[in-house]
């Protein structure tokens, strides 16, 4: 072997391995529990969360898409229908994924998707420590606020 296809072989080697780091990288679970929420209904009734209520997040760079595999609701304490452990796998196409290094210090990554059965549509905002999120639909519009866990 030459020397000029033993170097070959340690960049495509050096590279391989860079390449499976950032693929590793590049899906990852978000878990993250409420702060604050606030929902306006069709009548303009504003109601407001003092938060507890927790969110899991399947993120998946390479396939450009967020899914929402788990959601702990308190808001009613445990009684159906809302309250409890609900798994809709909502599915989110992420529409932005800026580096930190572009933005204030944290990666922020920005999706947009249908939300659940209802016939509304949600936008979901993961930073490094936080998670926001907006739902409409023809009923109500919700703002989330969330602490994302740190690992």
């Known amino acids: 072997m030459s020397k000029v296809q033993a170097w070959l072989v340690i960049a495509l080697l050096l590279n391989s391995t860079q390449a499976l780091t950032l693929a590793a990288d ?4 978000v878990r993250a529990t409420s702060i604050n929420s606030v929902l306006y209904d069709g009548r303009g009734k504003i109601e407001k969360d003092s938060g507890g209520d927790q969110v899991v997040y399947l993120v ?3 396939e450009k ?7 702990y609701n308190i808001f009613n304490k445990g009684k159906p229908p809302i309250g409890g452990i609900h798994s809709d ?4 196409h992420i529409i932005h994924d800026e580096p930190k290094e572009l933005s204030s210090g944290q990666r922020i990554i920005k999706a ?4 659940g059965a209802i016939d509304g549509y949600e936008t979901i905002v993961i930073g490094e420590t936080f998670v926001i999120t907006s739902r409409s639909t023809s009923d109500y519009f919700a ?5 994302r866990e740190q690992y």
Do not use: H
């Open 26 to 29: 590049d899906v990852f679970e």
């Open 60 to 62: 998946n760079i390479p």
């Open 65 to 71: 898409i967020i899914t929402r595999t788990a959601v």
């Open 89 to 92: 796998n909502t599915v989110y």
């Open 112 to 115: 947009f998707g249908k939300a």
């Open 143 to 147: 703002l989330s606020s969330y602490n």
